[in-house]
C-alpha cells in the first residue's frame, strides 16, 4: 500500500462515496426472482386426439413422432406419456445445447412425419420449457351462492369474457390459462314422426345444414373511377339464424324447427375443479419471461382486489402463489443475512478492546455489498434465492480480511511503529497471504461452474456473489480501512494495546494446549488419523439424495381409481375424502377428471383420475394429513393407485423433481395384450423385497369388432357405423355458432333414451336405405387396456416405480429378484431408470470437483510458499475436517446431497486460509527476526490466535441463521450451512494445533539433511 493513499482521506472516501451510490441505484434497478435465469434444455410436444384410446393414441401417434424425435441433435433422454386423448412427449437436451435451433430441428421433424400420422389429428403443439411454464399463481373463482348449471354456466362465461381478460391486460402476465368452465352446445333432436312422414334421413338434415354454412369472400367491382367491395355472407352465425331455416323437400318448404327439436344443453364435461369441495373454475397465471416478480405481484393483488370489490358475489382465492413464497423465501434470506451479519459483529466486539476498532471492522459489510450490487447488475445477475444465499455464505468472508488488516495494523503499532507506517506496513505485510487466501477461497468455485447439467449453471450466481464479496472485501480492508483508520486515531497521543483480560487468559491456554501437543505429537497425530477414518464411515452410512428435503406445508395427492367411474363417482368420493381432513388443511384443491389447461397440464388425468392440492398450518403435520388420506383411500377403495407429490415449484422445474429412486419398464411385445403383464405382477407381490405393489392402472373398454363379410353382404360403409355411433352418443358437431366471445359447437343426435342398447337396438342405414341393427354386423367385447403407456428411447413401457430404495447395492438385488420374475413369462421383459443412478453420477462428479479444486489449490499454494511440499500440511487438514461435517450432518438428520457437497468443497477453500496465514507468520518470523522453529511456532500462534478464532467465529456465527431460518430458499441452503460449520468448527482447532505440528516435522527432516522444502532464495537456518 503506498503512503499517498493513506494521506489522501477525502480522495479514498470519494471514490467508495462514489461506488457506494452506484452500488444503490444498482440494487434498486435489481429484479428479483425466484431462482436465477437459466435456459432449461427441454422441450415439449403435445399431441392431442379427442376420440382416440391411450393404445391407439401410442401406436398411431405418440410412437412415430417419438423415433422421429430421437434423432434430434444432442438429444439427452426422451420421455412420452400417452393417455386417452392427449400425448406428451418430453426432450430433454444436454445442457448447453441451443435450445431455440432445437426448437426449430423439432418443428422439421415433426413436420417430416406428419404423413405418417391419422389425417383428422391436428398439428401437435411444441413449447421450450422456460421458468415461466409454471403459473405463478392459481385463482379459483366460485359463486358466493349455492352452484346449479344455470348459474355456473353464466359464471363461466363471464370469467371468460371479463375476468380473463382482465388479468391478461396485466403488462407483466404472458396469458391466463383455464379449467373447469363449463360449455354449452346447441342439440338438435330429430323428430322423428315428421322425418318418416316427409321421407327425410338424418344423413339429409346434416347435408343440408352442412350446405347452409356458405362463405363467400368479398367482389370487388370496378365502376369508372369508382371501386365497390360487395360482400355477401350466408353463413350461420347464432341460434337465431338456425330458428330461421327452411328445409326444401320435393317442393315442399319445411321449417327447421318442425323437423328438428333445437335446445340448449351442457356440453358433456369430462373433468371439473372443486374449491374448498364447491365447484370453480381455476386460472393459471403465466408470467411473462422479462416481467419482475415484485411488479407482477403488485399488478396482481391491485387486480384481484378490483374485481372483488366490483364482484361482491363471487369469491376470488388465490393459492399455490409463487410470488408470496417468493417474497417470504426472499425476506427469510434477507433476515438470515442482516442477522448473520449482526452476529459477526458482535463477535468482533467481544475481541477487540477499542470499539471504534470493531466499528471500523464493521463498516466493511455494509460498504462490500453494496459495491456487490454494482457487480451484480454488471453481470446481469438477479436478486435470487441462490445469490442472496452467496451474500449470506460470502458475509462471514468479507469481515475476515478487515479482521487480519486492523489485527496486524494494531501489532505494528504495540512494536513502535508510527501510526502511518502502521497502517501502511500493516496493510501490505498481510495483502499476500490474503489475496493467496481469497483466491483459494474463489478457486473452490470455479470448478462447480462446471458441473453437467442445469446444477452447474444454477450455482453460477452464488460462486459470482461469493467471488465479487471476497475481491471487494479485501479492496475495501487495504485501502479504505487504513485510511480511515489514520483518520480516527491520529489525534490519540496514548494508546492502550493490551488485550482484554479473557483474550489474554485464552491465547496463555492455548500456548499451554500447544505446548502438550507438541509433547505429544504421535497421540495427536494418531487422533487425527482415526478422526480421519471416522469421518469416512460416517458419509458412507449417511443416506443420500439428489436435493436436499425442502420444507413445505402444500403437497399434492395423485389418486386413480382403476375402475371405470364416472365423473360424478370421482367427485363424489374426492368429496368424501376433502371432508374427512377439512378441520386439518387451510386449502384444498381438487382436479377431478381430465382438465381444460393448455400450457401447464402437470399430471394428465382421465375422468377416473383425481389430483389434490393441499395445504396446512403447519408443515408438520403435513405428512400426517396425507398419510390420514392415503390410508382412508386404501380402506375403502384398496384397488386404487395413490401416490404423495410434492407442490410444483421452481425448484423443482429446474432441478427435475423427485424422481423414483427405481423405475422398472417392462415393456410388452404388444400393448395390447395385458395378460403377461398380470403374471408379472402375480409374481412381484410374491417378492419380499417390494414393499407394495400397486395395481396395474386399468381401465374396461366396450371394443365393437365389425364382421366385414356380413358388411359387405347387407351393403354397408363402414363410416355409417361411426356416423351411427357418434349421433347416438351425442359427439357428431356439424358446425358452430357464435354467442358472445365464443364459439358453440351445434351437435345433431338421436333423441335420448334411457338405458339404450345401442347394440341390439342400434340401427344403421344400408345403401337402399334399409335400416340393419348393429348386433348383425358387429360384435361388443368387454376388455381391459392400459390407462396410460410411457415410452422412451426403449420403446413403449409400463412402468412401476420403487421409492424405498436407497442404495444402488439394494437397487442390483431388487433388480436381480425382477429380473427372475420376468424371464419366466413370455412377451414381456423389463429395462430400468430412475434417480439413484443419477444422484451417483452427480456424488461421482462432484467428488471429481473437490480434486479439482483440491489441485487449484494445491497450485496456488505453491506459487504462496515457493514450495511443493507446504501446501500438502495445508491440505492435510481438509480430510480431517470433514469428521466435521459428516458429524453435525447426522446430528442434524441431513443426507449427502448436492448442497451438502457444495458445503465440503466451500469449507475446504475457507478453512485453508487459517493455516496458510499462521504458515506465512511463522516463516516470515524465521526468515525475517531470524528465530528458531519453536519460539516461532509459539509467537506466531500468540500473534495469529485471535485472528483466526476471530475469522473463524464470524463465518460460524454468519451460517448460524440458516439453522433457524424457514422457507425454501433456506431449506435449500441449510445443508451447506451445517457442512461449514462443522467443517470449520472442527477445522479451527486443526489449523491451531495439528498443522503446526505437521510443520515441525518437515522442518526437522529438512534440519536433518533428509528432504529440502525451501528455495534456494529462502534457506532458513535452524
Same mark, same amino acid.
Given at each position: 500500500?503506498?503512503?499517498?493513499?493513506?494521506?489522501?482521506?477525502?480522495?479514498?472516501?470519494?471514490?467508495?462515496?462514489?461506488?457506494?451510490?452506484?452500488?444503490?441505484?444498482?440494487?434498486?434497478?435489481?429484479?428479483?426472482?425466484?431462482?436465477?435465469?437459466?435456459?432449461? /434444455?427441454?422441450?415439449?410436444? +403435445?399431441? *392431442?386426439?379427442?376420440? !382416440? &384410446?391411450? %393404445?391407439? =393414441?401410442?401406436?398411431?401417434?405418440? $410412437?412415430?413422432?417419438?423415433?422421429?424425435?430421437?434423432?434430434?441433435?444432442?438429444?439427452?433422454?426422451?420421455?412420452?406419456?400417452?393417455?386417452?386423448?392427449?400425448?406428451?412427449?418430453?426432450?430433454?437436451?444436454?445442457?448447453?445445447?441451443?435450445?431455440?435451433?432445437?426448437?426449430?430441428?423439432?418443428?422439421?421433424?415433426?413436420?417430416?412425419?406428419?404423413?405418417?400420422? /391419422?389425417?383428422?389429428?391436428? +398439428?401437435? *403443439?411444441?413449447?421450450? !420449457? &422456460?421458468? %415461466?411454464? =409454471?403459473?405463478?399463481?392459481?385463482? $379459483?373463482?366460485?359463486?358466493?351462492?349455492?352452484?346449479?348449471?344455470?348459474?355456473?354456466?353464466a359464471l363461466s362465461k363471464f370469467v371468460h369474457s371479463v375476468v380473463l381478460r382482465r388479468l391478461e391486460q396485466i403488462?407483466?402476465?404472458?396469458?391466463?390459462?383455464?379449467?373447469?368452465?363449463?360449455?354449452?352446445?346447441?342439440?338438435?333432436?330429430?323428430?322423428?314422426?315428421?322425418?318418416?312422414?316427409?321421407?327425410?334421413?338424418?344423413?339429409?338434415?346434416?347435408?343440408?345444414?352442412?350446405?347452409?354454412?356458405?362463405?363467400?369472400?368479398?367482389?370487388?367491382?370496378?365502376?369508372?373511377?369508382?371501386?365497390?367491395?360487395?360482400?355477401?355472407?350466408?353463413?350461420?352465425?347464432?341460434?337465431?339464424?338456425?330458428?330461421?331455416?327452411?328445409?326444401?323437400?320435393?317442393?315442399?318448404?319445411?321449417?327447421?324447427?318442425?323437423?328438428?327439436?333445437?335446445?340448449?344443453?351442457?356440453?358433456?364435461?369430462?373433468?371439473?375443479?372443486?374449491?374448498?369441495?364447491?365447484?370453480?373454475?381455476?386460472?393459471?397465471?403465466?408470467?411473462?419471461?422479462?416481467?419482475?416478480?415484485?411488479?407482477?405481484?403488485?399488478?396482481?393483488?391491485?387486480?384481484?382486489?378490483?374485481?372483488?370489490?366490483?364482484?361482491?358475489?363471487?369469491?376470488?382465492?388465490?393459492?399455490?402463489?409463487?410470488?408470496?413464497?417468493?417474497?417470504?423465501?426472499?425476506?427469510?434470506?434477507?433476515?438470515?443475512?442482516?442477522?448473520g451479519a449482526l452476529l459477526a459483529v458482535i463477535v468482533m466486539f467481544f475481541f477487540m478492546k477499542d470499539f471504534r476498532?470493531?466499528?471500523?471492522?464493521?463498516?466493511?459489510?455494509?460498504?462490500?455489498?453494496?459495491?456487490?450490487?454494482?457487480?451484480?447488475?454488471?453481470?446481469?445477475?438477479?436478486?435470487?434465492?441462490?445469490?442472496?444465499?452467496?451474500?449470506?455464505?460470502?458475509?462471514?468472508?468479507?469481515?475476515?480480511?478487515?479482521?487480519?488488516?486492523?489485527?496486524?495494523?494494531?501489532?505494528?503499532?504495540?512494536?513502535?511503529?508510527?501510526?502511518?507506517?502502521?497502517?501502511?506496513?500493516?496493510?501490505?505485510?498481510?495483502?499476500?497471504?490474503?489475496?493467496?487466501?481469497?483466491?483459494?477461497?474463489?478457486?473452490?468455485?470455479?470448478?462447480?461452474?462446471?458441473?453437467?447439467?442445469?446444477?452447474?449453471?444454477?450455482?453460477?450466481?452464488?460462486?459470482?456473489?461469493?467471488?465479487?464479496?471476497?475481491?471487494?472485501?479485501?479492496?475495501?480492508?487495504?485501502?479504505?480501512?487504513?485510511?480511515?483508520?489514520?483518520?480516527?486515531?491520529?489525534?490519540?497521543?496514548?494508546?492502550?494495546?493490551?488485550?482484554?483480560?479473557?483474550?489474554?487468559?485464552?491465547?496463555?491456554?492455548?500456548?499451554?494446549?500447544?505446548?502438550?501437543?507438541?509433547?505429544?505429537?504421535?497421540?495427536?497425530?494418531?487422533?487425527?488419523?482415526?478422526?480421519?477414518?471416522?469421518?469416512?464411515?460416517?458419509?458412507?452410512?449417511?443416506?443420500?439424495?439428489?436435493?436436499?428435503?425442502?420444507?413445505?406445508?402444500?403437497?399434492?395427492?395423485?389418486?386413480?381409481?382403476?375402475?371405470?367411474?364416472?365423473?360424478?363417482?370421482?367427485?363424489?368420493?374426492?368429496?368424501?375424502?376433502?371432508?374427512?381432513?377439512?378441520?386439518?388443511?387451510?386449502?384444498?384443491?381438487?382436479?377431478?377428471?381430465?382438465?381444460?389447461?393448455?400450457?401447464?397440464?402437470?399430471?394428465?388425468?382421465?375422468?377416473?383420475?383425481?389430483?389434490?392440492?393441499?395445504?396446512?398450518?403447519?408443515?408438520?403435520?403435513?405428512?400426517?394429513?396425507?398419510?390420514?388420506?392415503?390410508?382412508?383411500?386404501?380402506?375403502?377403495?384398496?384397488?386404487?393407485?395413490?401416490?404423495?407429490?410434492?407442490?410444483?415449484?421452481?425448484?423443482?422445474?429446474?432441478?427435475?423433481?423427485?424422481?423414483?429412486?427405481?423405475?422398472?419398464?417392462?415393456?410388452?411385445?404388444?400393448?395390447?395384450?395385458?395378460?403377461?403383464?398380470?403374471?408379472?405382477?402375480?409374481?412381484?407381490?410374491?417378492?419380499?423385497?417390494?414393499?407394495?405393489?400397486?395395481?396395474?392402472?386399468?381401465?374396461?373398454?366396450?371394443?365393437?369388432?365389425?364382421?366385414?363379410?356380413?358388411?359387405?353382404?347387407?351393403?354397408?360403409?363402414?363410416?355409417?357405423?361411426?356416423?351411427?355411433?357418434?349421433?347416438?352418443?351425442?359427439?357428431?358437431?356439424?358446425?358452430?355458432?357464435?354467442?358472445?366471445?365464443?364459439?358453440?359447437?351445434?351437435?345433431?343426435?338421436?333423441?335420448?333414451?334411457?338405458?339404450?342398447?345401442?347394440?341390439?337396438?342400434?340401427?344403421?342405414?344400408?345403401?337402399?336405405?334399409?335400416?340393419?341393427?348393429?348386433?348383425?354386423?358387429?360384435?361388443?367385447?368387454?376388455?381391459?387396456?392400459?390407462?396410460?403407456?410411457?415410452?422412451?428411447?426403449?420403446?413403449?413401457?409400463?412402468?412401476?416405480?420403487?421409492?424405498?430404495?436407497?442404495?444402488?447395492?439394494?437397487?442390483?438385488?431388487?433388480?436381480?429378484?425382477?429380473?427372475?420374475?420376468?424371464?419366466?413369462?413370455?412377451?414381456?421383459?423389463?429395462?430400468?431408470?430412475?434417480?439413484?443412478?443419477?444422484?451417483?453420477?452427480?456424488?461421482?462428479?462432484?467428488?471429481?470437483?473437490?480434486?479439482?479444486?483440491?489441485?487449484?489449490?494445491?497450485?496456488?499454494?505453491?506459487?504462496?510458499?515457493?514450495?511443493?511440499?507446504?501446501?500438502?500440511?495445508?491440505?492435510?487438514?481438509?480430510?480431517?475436517?470433514?469428521?466435521?461435517?459428516?458429524?453435525?450432518?447426522?446430528?442434524?438428520?441431513?443426507?449427502?446431497?448436492?448442497?451438502?457437497?457444495?458445503?465440503?468443497?466451500?469449507?475446504?477453500?475457507?478453512?485453508?486460509?487459517?493455516?496458510?496465514?499462521?504458515?506465512?507468520?511463522?516463516?516470515?518470523?524465521?526468515?525475517?527476526?531470524?528465530?528458531?522453529?519453536?519460539?516461532?511456532?509459539?509467537?506466531?500462534?500468540?500473534?495469529?490466535?485471535?485472528?483466526?478464532?476471530?475469522?473463524?467465529?464470524?463465518?460460524?456465527?454468519?451460517?448460524?441463521?440458516?439453522?433457524?431460518?424457514?422457507?425454501?430458499?433456506?431449506?435449500?441452503?441449510?445443508?451447506?450451512?451445517?457442512?461449514?460449520?462443522?467443517?470449520?468448527?472442527?477445522?479451527?482447532?486443526?489449523?491451531?494445533?495439528?498443522?503446526?505440528?505437521?510443520?515441525?516435522?518437515?522442518?526437522?527432516?529438512?534440519?536433518?539433511?533428509?528432504?529440502?522444502?525451501?528455495?534456494?532464495?529462502?534457506?532458513?537456518?535452524?
Amino acid at each position: 500500500m503506498h503512503k499517498e493513499i493513506v494521506r489522501r482521506p477525502i480522495a479514498v472516501g470519494m471514490v467508495f462515496l462514489s461506488l457506494a451510490i452506484l452500488g444503490v441505484v444498482s440494487l434498486l434497478k435489481l429484479p428479483i426472482a425466484m431462482l436465477p435465469k437459466v435456459s432449461i /434444455p427441454q422441450i415439449t410436444v +403435445r399431441t *392431442q386426439m379427442a376420440d !382416440a &384410446s391411450a %393404445t391407439v =393414441l401410442e401406436q398411431q401417434v405418440v $410412437q412415430n413422432l417419438r423415433n422421429s424425435l430421437m434423432q434430434l441433435p444432442h438429444l439427452k433422454d426422451i420421455h412420452s406419456d400417452s393417455r386417452d386423448g392427449s400425448g406428451t412427449i418430453s426432450l430433454r437436451f444436454y445442457y448447453g445445447t441451443d435450445i431455440d435451433r432445437a426448437f426449430v430441428a423439432t418443428h422439421e421433424k415433426i413436420d417430416r412425419t406428419l404423413s405418417m400420422l /391419422p389425417k383428422e389429428l391436428e +398439428r401437435p *403443439q411444441v413449447m421450450k !420449457a &422456460s421458468v %415461466t411454464d =409454471l403459473p405463478v399463481c392459481y385463482i $379459483q373463482v366460485t359463486p358466493r351462492d349455492s352452484v346449479t348449471s344455470t348459474n355456473f354456466l353464466a359464471l363461466s362465461k363471464f370469467v371468460h369474457s371479463v375476468v380473463l381478460r382482465r388479468l391478461e391486460q396485466i403488462p407483466e402476465v404472458a396469458m391466463v390459462d383455464q379449467s373447469g368452465v363449463m360449455r354449452s352446445q346447441i342439440v338438435l333432436i330429430p323428430n322423428s314422426p315428421m322425418l318418416q312422414m316427409h321421407h327425410i334421413t338424418m344423413d339429409d338434415l346434416e347435408r343440408y345444414l352442412r350446405n347452409s354454412q356458405v362463405h363467400c369472400n368479398d367482389l370487388r367491382v370496378v365502376d369508372g373511377a369508382y371501386e365497390f367491395f360487395f360482400s355477401y355472407n350466408g353463413s350461420i352465425q347464432t341460434r337465431a339464424d338456425l330458428e330461421k331455416l327452411y328445409y326444401k323437400h320435393e317442393g315442399v318448404t319445411i321449417p327447421l324447427k318442425e323437423l328438428v327439436s333445437i335446445e340448449e344443453r351442457m356440453v358433456p364435461h369430462q373433468g371439473l375443479v372443486l374449491d374448498g369441495g364447491k365447484r370453480a373454475i381455476s386460472l393459471a397465471v403465466i408470467q411473462k419471461s422479462e416481467a419482475r416478480f415484485q411488479d407482477l405481484k403488485a399488478s396482481l393483488n391491485e387486480v384481484m382486489n378490483d374485481l372483488t370489490a366490483a364482484y361482491p358475489s363471487l369469491h376470488f382465492e388465490v393459492n399455490r402463489d409463487q410470488t408470496t413464497l417468493l417474497s417470504y423465501a426472499i425476506e427469510n434470506l434477507k433476515q438470515s443475512l442482516w442477522i448473520g451479519a449482526l452476529l459477526a459483529v458482535i463477535v468482533m466486539f467481544f475481541f477487540m478492546k477499542d470499539f471504534r476498532v470493531s466499528l471500523l471492522m464493521t463498516i466493511t459489510i455494509p460498504i462490500s455489498l453494496v459495491i456487490c450490487f454494482m457487480g451484480f447488475y454488471w453481470l446481469h445477475i438477479t436478486m435470487n434465492l441462490i445469490s442472496i444465499s452467496g451474500l449470506i455464505l460470502g458475509v462471514g468472508m468479507m469481515i475476515d480480511n478487515a479482521i487480519i488488516v486492523m489485527d496486524n495494523i494494531t501489532q505494528h503499532r504495540e512494536r513502535g511503529a508510527s501510526l502511518e507506517d502502521a497502517c501502511v506496513v500493516g496493510a501490505s505485510e498481510v495483502f499476500k497471504p490474503m489475496l493467496s487466501s481469497a483466491l483459494t477461497t474463489c478457486a473452490v468455485f470455479v470448478p462447480l461452474i462446471f458441473l453437467s447439467g442445469i446444477s452447474g449453471a444454477l450455482f453460477y450466481d452464488q460462486a459470482m456473489a461469493i467471488t465479487l464479496g471476497l475481491g471487494i472485501s479485501l479492496l475495501v480492508s487495504v485501502t479504505f480501512l487504513p485510511v480511515v483508520y489514520r483518520l480516527i486515531f491520529q489525534h490519540d497521543t496514548k494508546v492502550d494495546f493490551k488485550e482484554t483480560h479473557w483474550v489474554e487468559k485464552l491465547i496463555d491456554i492455548y500456548e499451554r494446549c500447544m505446548i502438550f501437543c507438541m509433547r505429544r505429537r504421535g497421540l495427536i497425530l494418531s487422533l487425527s488419523l482415526v478422526v480421519m477414518v471416522a469421518g469416512g464411515w460416517i458419509g458412507v452410512m449417511l443416506p443420500k439424495q439428489m436435493i436436499p428435503t425442502v420444507a413445505q406445508n402444500e403437497f399434492g395427492v395423485k389418486i386413480s381409481w382403476n375402475r371405470p367411474v364416472t365423473l360424478v363417482e370421482n367427485r363424489n368420493r374426492v368429496t368424501q375424502i376433502l371432508d374427512g381432513v377439512k378441520d386439518k388443511t387451510t386449502m384444498s384443491v381438487a382436479y377431478v377428471g381430465t382438465q381444460d389447461f393448455v400450457m401447464f397440464q402437470g399430471d394428465a388425468t382421465g375422468v377416473g383420475d383425481a389430483m389434490l392440492y393441499l395445504s396446512t398450518a403447519q408443515s408438520d403435520s403435513l405428512d400426517v394429513v396425507a398419510q390420514m388420506i392415503v390410508d382412508g383411500i386404501y380402506d375403502v377403495y384398496p384397488e386404487a393407485s395413490v401416490s404423495v407429490v410434492p407442490s410444483e415449484n421452481f425448484l423443482t422445474l429446474f432441478l427435475g423433481g423427485e424422481q423414483a429412486p427405481v423405475q422398472a419398464r417392462f415393456l410388452l411385445d404388444d400393448m395390447e395384450n395385458i395378460s403377461p403383464l398380470h403374471e408379472v405382477w402375480d409374481g412381484l407381490e410374491n417378492l419380499s423385497a417390494l414393499d407394495t405393489v400397486p395395481e396395474i392402472s386399468l381401465k374396461e373398454v366396450c371394443q365393437i369388432e365389425l364382421d366385414p363379410i356380413k358388411m359387405q353382404a347387407w351393403s354397408i360403409d363402414p363410416q355409417q357405423v361411426e356416423k351411427m355411433l357418434k349421433r347416438t352418443l351425442g359427439q357428431e358437431t356439424i358446425l358452430t355458432v357464435s354467442e358472445g366471445v365464443s364459439r358453440v359447437p351445434v351437435v345433431l343426435t338421436m333423441p335420448r333414451q334411457k338405458d339404450f342398447d345401442f347394440m341390439n337396438k342400434g340401427c344403421v342405414l344400408n345403401g337402399q336405405g334399409d335400416p340393419i341393427p348393429l348386433s348383425h354386423i358387429a360384435k361388443g367385447l368387454a376388455i381391459e387396456r392400459l390407462k396410460n403407456i410411457e415410452g422412451g428411447t426403449v420403446g413403449s413401457y409400463y412402468p412401476l416405480d420403487i421409492n424405498h430404495v436407497e442404495q444402488l447395492k439394494d437397487a442390483n438385488l431388487l433388480m436381480s429378484a425382477i429380473n427372475k420374475v420376468v424371464d419366466r413369462v413370455k412377451n414381456v421383459s423389463v429395462v430400468y431408470g430412475g434417480s439413484i443412478w443419477e444422484r451417483d453420477s452427480m456424488i461421482n462428479e462432484l467428488i471429481g470437483v473437490f480434486v479439482v479444486s483440491l489441485l487449484l489449490l494445491y497450485l496456488i499454494m505453491t506459487i504462496q510458499f515457493e514450495s511443493f511440499v507446504l501446501p500438502f500440511i495445508v491440505l492435510v487438514e481438509v480430510p480431517i475436517d470433514l469428521f466435521g461435517v459428516m458429524g453435525m450432518l447426522w446430528i442434524f438428520g441431513q443426507s449427502i446431497n448436492l448442497m451438502s457437497l457444495i458445503g465440503v468443497v466451500v469449507m475446504s477453500g475457507i478453512i485453508i486460509n487459517d493455516s496458510i496465514l499462521k504458515i506465512d507468520t511463522i516463516q516470515a518470523l524465521m526468515i525475517q527476526e531470524h528465530m528458531s522453529l519453536y519460539r516461532a511456532l509459539l509467537v506466531g500462534g500468540r500473534r495469529r490466535f485471535k485472528s483466526i478464532v476471530m475469522t473463524s467465529l464470524t463465518t460460524i456465527f454468519a451460517m448460524i441463521p440458516f439453522l433457524f431460518g424457514s422457507g425454501i430458499g433456506n431449506d435449500l441452503q441449510v445443508p451447506l450451512a451445517i457442512s461449514v460449520i462443522g467443517g470449520m468448527t472442527l477445522g479451527t482447532l486443526v489449523s491451531l494445533f495439528v498443522v503446526p505440528l505437521l510443520f515441525v516435522l518437515v522442518m526437522k527432516r529438512r534440519r536433518n539433511g533428509k528432504r529440502r522444502i525451501y528455495g534456494e532464495s529462502k534457506n532458513v537456518s535452524l
